[in-house]
């Protein structure tokens, strides 16, 4: 039985946290939820119990922790993930704060979750538009050696949080102010999500850069246009890639896609709508161009694959490699 706690359980992705792990075999003996003083003092439901959102502080991170699940913003991540961490606790977080640090595994468990055995310390839970992409194609990857990826991600309202959602909802009812987006987010589409370095958005630099670590691949080139569209839950993504070596056929691209732990391909078209509240990462509009090209159609629910069902994965497949199953010193 385990003592776990999630930071920023009262957000977007702290939510599906909270009903992603509730809905896994994970044994836990203590849950623990915590948000920013303003959200602390709500009552949230885990598994028939009533629980208190507390305020996150540094001696609560000192308590040590089987797991804390981090979905509170790279400077509460910074800040507290460090002081967890040094208390004993595996750290799962979901923010950009750590992903690129060397020694930091950068995990998507289907694909590296072996960098999780005998593993201790923080881990990051990569990006919601790289997760679903490179589910979609790293078996693609290990049989034909993947050398360009063409990307253009259809990104929901809702991974920008609560806020963006309410915006976009006010401006269907009538309203004509934004400010969490650039421009109108309603009737309308955005082709930028963060800020531009170099003409490149840091949505686009983590596709990038997170690509690589996860495929363990520099020699992969990621080429995406990051673009914000008036959806309410889901991200989709339009990709063409290359391969260094000759896909046979047709058959044998849908078959290799389809031996992705946890990816599904369909014959009809899929699109968001049809995936909220899902698990899975779904494929169609495949197309073989020619022997080393082809594209398809990626959608997946970005606040449960795209962040909180990764980060309950993370943590389960952590628990299955080191069979943890009791607080140390039990």
Known sequence: ML???????????????????ENSKVEISEIRLFASERSSGQVMKFRGMEVLVERLTPDAMKEGFDYLLFSAGSDVSKE????????????????????????????VPEINGHLLKNYQGIVANPNCSTIQMVLALYRVHDRYQLHEIF?????????????????????????????????????????????????????????????????????????????????????SESIIARTLFPIMSKEDLIDTISSGEDVVVHEDIVTPIEVEKDDYVHVSRIRLFDAHTFGVWVVADNLRVGAATNAVRI??????????????GE
């Open 151 to 235: 990307v253009s991600t259809y990104q929901a309202v809702s991974g920008a949080g609560y806020k963006a959602i309410r915006e976009y909802e006010e401006q269907l009812a009538g309203s004509n102010r934004y400010s969490v987006f650039a421009r109108q987010i309603a009737h309308n589409v955005i082709p930028l999500i963060g800020s531009i370095v170099d003409d490149i958005t840091q949505e686009e630099w983590k596709m990038i850069n997170e690509t690589k670590k996860i495929l363990n691949s520099r020699s992969v080139n990621v080429y995406p246009t990051t673009v914000r569209v008036p959806v309410r839950i889901g991200h």
């Open 3 to 21: 003592k776990v706690g999630i930071v920023g359980a009262t957000g977007a992705v702290g939510r599906n946290m909270v009903e992603v792990l």
């Open 80 to 107: 507290f993930a460090p002081i967890a961490a040094e208390a004993g606790t595996v750290v799962i977080d979901n923010s950009s704060a750590f992903r690129m640090v060397p020694e930091i595994p950068l995990v």
């Open 315 to 328: 943590m389960e497949k952590h628990i299955e490699l080191n069979k943890i199953s009791v607080k140390s």
